[in-house]
C-alpha cells in the first residue's frame, strides 16, 4: 500500500483553467528516511511542496501540500485544488449473478463506512453501514462507477452530516483502508468504486485564488491506513497509529493520564469554588484536574451560580478576569489548586467574540464581520497577523498567571459565511486557508512555549474534530449532548462505543444526579468530568451518604480507566434508542485482561442477553469478576465462538466485568 501511494501523484488541481501538469513544472523530488518531498517549481514563480511520511510500522502514510509564490506578480488562478487524489487496490468483487430486481450481495461490494457529524444528537460519530434507504444503500459502492460525496458544514470539519474520517472496506474480504481528511474547515471529499478498488479525492470545498507575491500556506492533509481484519481491527489499528504518531498525549511533558475533574461553574463566586475545592480534597476524591468552565470573565455584574443564569455570555471576547464574581483575579482560586495535586483547567473561546468587547473598539480590523448587522458575534480573523499576535498573547498570558495545565478552546457558531463574505475576486477560499492556518499554528506556538499544556479542543462539543486537531489536542467534551444537567445517559452509551472507535483519547460528562450509578457508568470514557461541584445552586459536601457514592464511583473509574484506552469492540450497535441492551468490551492485547461494560437500558424488555468477546486467546482460561460480584471462570474459545450471557433482573440498571 505504501509504494502504492508512494509512486502516485496525489494531487490534482487547475492552473489557470488547465490540469497543471500541462504548464510543465520542473519536479525535484527527494527522500529522507521515511519522507518523501516533492517539489513543483512553476513559470512565475509558484511553488508547489508535496511532504509524503510513511509509518511502516502502522502500514500508514500521510501527506500535505505547501503553496507559495517566489515570484513578483500573482500566480494564475488556482481552482479544483484536490489535495488527495488516489486509488485504493481492493481484490475483485465477484459480478452480480442475480437481476435488477435484487439488490447486491454484501459481500459483493465496497463499504464506506463515514462517521456522522456532531449535532446535538445521540448517534454522532457512528455510522449505520448496513442502513437501507430508496432501495439502496447509501454506504455502499454498489458498482463500478458509483460515486459517494461528503462534506462538512459551515465551516467546522466535524459538524452535522459527516467527520471526515472513512473506513473504506471489501464486502466479502478482510481488507481495507482508514483515511482521514486533515482540515478543520469546510472539506470535501468524494469515493468512487472503480474496476481494481476506489478512487478517493479530498479537497477544501471553494478554491478559485492565485497567491500574492511573497505569500505562502498550506491546506489540507491526508492520512491513509491499510488493515487486513474485521471493520473492528481496522479502528484499532488506526487507534494505535493515532496514540503512537499523532496525538500529544503522553509525548514530551504532556501526561499520559487525560484530565479527571471536578467541574466548577466560571461564574459561580470566588467562595464557592474555594468552598468546593476544599470538600473535594477533605474527601480525597481522587481527581486529578479542577475544570472551570466559561462565565468567569468579562465586565457583567449580575450574579451567574450556574450557566443560565447572568449576562455572562454578552462578554465573550472579553478575557478579563470578572472583578464582581472574582474580585482577586481569580488567584486565590489558582492558589488552593497549586496547594493540591491537581491540574486547573480553563475555557476560553478566542474566535468568537461580541460586539460590545472592548478589542473590537479598539481594533475593528482584527475581525470579520457578519451580513448581519445584528448578529453579536464577530469572529476574530486568525489569518491577519496582528489579531493572531493579539490572540496568542492573551491567551499566553492567562496560561502563565493562572498556572493553566489544560487550555479549553471552544468555538461556538460556524465561520463559513464569515470567509466567504471576507474573500475577494481571484482570492476565493483565502479566508478560510489563512484563519485555519492560523488556528494551526496558534495551537503549535502555545505548545511550543508550554510543553506540558494540553489543548482541550470543543467547538459546540466535537464539531471540529480531525486528524490535524487530534495531532494538537484533545476533546475532553466530545458532544453537547451531556450538557444538562441530567444528559441522556442511553446517547451517552451510544457515543462511547462510536467516539471511542475512531479515537483513543476522548472525554464526556456524567451530569449531576447523585446516586445514579446508571448514568456515571454510562460516561466512562478516557477522560471525565463530574459535574456535582458544579452549579453554586447545589450543596456539595454535606450528605456523608452521597460522598461515599461518588467516592465508591471515582475509585471505580479510576480502576478501571487504563482499559479506556485499549482495542475497543462494540459489542452492540451504537443506537440511543431505549428499548435494547449496549454493551461494549475494552481489551488490552499486552495484558490479555480487559472490562465488558453492559447497560440493560429502560424499556429493554428481556432480562439476558449473550455477548461474543473478541481478541482473546483460545487456549486461556479467563477470570471474570464482576464488581461488587461473584468471579467465574470461561475458556476464550467459548467466549469468542459461544459468548459470555448477561443477566439483569432490572430495567435500567449495569453490569461490569473485569477479566484477566
Not at 509504494?3 to 488541481?13: A, D, M, P
Not at 456535582?532 to 450543596?539: G, H, I, Q
Amino acid at each position: 500500500m505504501l509504494n502504492n501511494l508512494k509512486s502516485q501523484k496525489r494531487i490534482s488541481f487547475l492552473l489557470d483553467g488547465k490540469p497543471f501538469d500541462a504548464a510543465e513544472p520542473t519536479v525535484t523530488v527527494s527522500e529522507n528516511g521515511n519522507t518523501v518531498t516533492t517539489v513543483y517549481e512553476f513559470m512565475g514563480g509558484l511553488k508547489l511542496t508535496n511532504v509524503f511520511t510513511s509509518y511502516p510500522e502502522h502500514n500508514a502514510c500521510d501527506w500535505v501540500n505547501f503553496w507559495e509564490n517566489t515570484g513578483s506578480e500573482p500566480t494564475e488562478i488556482i481552482t479544483e485544488l484536490w489535495d488527495s487524489a488516489f486509488s485504493l487496490p481492493f481484490s475483485p468483487c465477484a459480478p452480480k449473478t442475480t437481476g435488477r430486481a435484487y439488490l447486491p450481495e454484501s459481500e459483493n461490494v465496497i463499504k464506506v463506512w463515514v462517521p456522522r457529524g456532531s449535532e446535538w444528537s445521540g448517534d454522532e460519530f457512528y455510522c449505520d453501514i448496513d442502513r437501507i434507504f430508496g432501495n439502496h444503500y447509501p454506504n455502499w459502492l454498489e458498482y463500478v462507477g458509483t460515486v459517494k460525496r461528503y462534506s462538512a458544514t459551515a465551516g467546522r470539519s466535524a459538524q452535522g452530516a459527516y467527520a471526515p474520517f472513512f473506513n473504506i472496506k471489501h464486502g466479502g474480504k478482510d481488507e481495507g483502508y482508514i483515511v482521514a481528511v486533515g482540515w478543520t474547515g469546510q472539506w470535501n471529499a468524494t469515493v468512487t468504486r472503480t474496476e481494481d478498488g476506489v478512487f478517493f479525492q479530498s479537497k477544501l470545498e471553494d478554491t478559485a485564488f492565485s497567491l500574492l507575491p511573497g505569500e505562502s500556506f498550506r491546506t489540507s492533509s491526508v492520512t491513509v491506513m491499510g488493515y487486513n481484519g474485521s471493520f473492528a481491527d481496522g479502528q484499532n489499528r488506526f487507534r494505535q497509529l493515532v496514540k503512537d504518531v499523532y496525538s500529544p498525549v503522553g509525548k514530551g511533558e504532556v501526561p499520559t493520564e487525560l484530565p479527571f475533574c471536578a467541574g466548577l461553574w466560571g461564574g459561580m463566586s470566588t467562595a464557592g469554588c474555594l468552598e468546593r475545592i476544599e470538600k473535594v480534597e477533605k474527601a480525597k476524591l481522587p481527581f486529578n484536574c479542577y475544570w472551570m468552565d466559561a462565565g468567569w470573565y468579562g465586565a457583567g455584574e449580575q450574579v451567574s451560580p450556574d450557566e443560565f443564569e447572568g449576562d455572562w455570555g454578552q462578554h465573550t471576547g472579553n478575557w478579563e478576569v470578572n472583578a464582581f464574581r472574582h474580585p482577586d483575579g481569580l488567584a486565590d482560586v489558582v492558589s488552593a489548586i497549586d496547594n493540591t495535586d491537581k491540574r486547573f483547567l480553563l475555557w476560553v473561546e478566542p474566535e468568537r467574540v461580541r460586539r460590545i468587547a472592548p478589542i473590537v473598539a479598539e481594533h475593528p480590523e482584527y475581525f470579520i464581520f457578519p451580513n448581519d448587522e445584528k448578529n453579536p458575534n464577530l469572529l476574530l480573523n486568525l489569518g491577519d497577523d496582528s489579531a493572531w499576535q493579539y490572540c496568542f498573547d492573551v491567551l499566553s498570558g492567562l496560561i502563565e498567571r493562572l498556572h493553566l495545565a489544560v487550555y479549553r478552546q471552544d468555538f461556538n457558531f460556524g465561520p463559513l459565511d464569515y470567509w466567504r463574505k471576507n474573500d475577494t475576486e481571484g482570492r476565493i477560499g483565502i479566508s478560510e486557508i489563512k484563519h485555519i492556518n492560523g488556528l494551526y499554528r496558534l495551537w503549535d506556538a502555545l505548545r511550543e512555549k508550554f510543553p506540558h499544556l494540553l489543548i482541550d479542543n470543543c467547538a459546540s462539543g466535537g464539531r471540529r474534530i480531525d486528524i490535524e486537531t487530534l495531532r494538537r489536542s484533545v476533546p475532553l467534551w466530545r458532544s453537547d449532548v451531556q450538557c444538562p444537567a441530567n444528559p441522556t445517559p442511553e446517547a451517552t452509551q451510544a457515543h462511547a462505543l462510536a467516539y471511542g472507535s475512531w479515537m483513543p483519547y476522548s472525554g464526556t460528562g456524567t451530569g449531576r444526579i447523585w446516586f445514579d450509578t446508571y448514568r456515571f457508568r454510562s460516561a466512562y470514557a478516557p477522560a471525565l468530568t463530574t459535574n456535582f461541584t458544579f452549579s453554586e445552586k447545589n450543596a456539595f459536601g454535606d450528605d456523608p451518604e452521597a460522598m461515599r457514592w461518588l467516592s465508591c464511583m471515582c475509585a471505580e473509574y479510576v480502576k478501571v480507566r487504563p482499559y479506556l484506552t485499549k482495542d475497543i469492540y462494540p459489542l452492540t450497535k451504537a443506537s440511543p434508542a431505549s428499548d435494547i441492551w449496549s454493551a461494549v468490551q475494552y481489551h488490552d492485547p499486552e495484558t490479555d485482561s480487559g472490562i465488558v461494560l453492559v447497560f440493560r437500558r429502560e424499556n429493554a424488555p428481556y432480562t439476558e442477553c449473550c455477548f461474543n468477546l473478541f481478541g482473546l486467546t483460545e487456549e486461556k482460561t479467563y477470570t471474570f469478576t464482576e464488581v461488587d460480584g461473584e468471579t467465574y471462570p470461561f475458556d476464550g474459545a467459548s467466549l469468542m465462538k459461544k459468548g459470555i450471557t448477561v443477566r439483569i433482573e432490572k430495567r435500567r440498571e449495569s453490569k461490569l466485568y473485569l477479566y484477566k
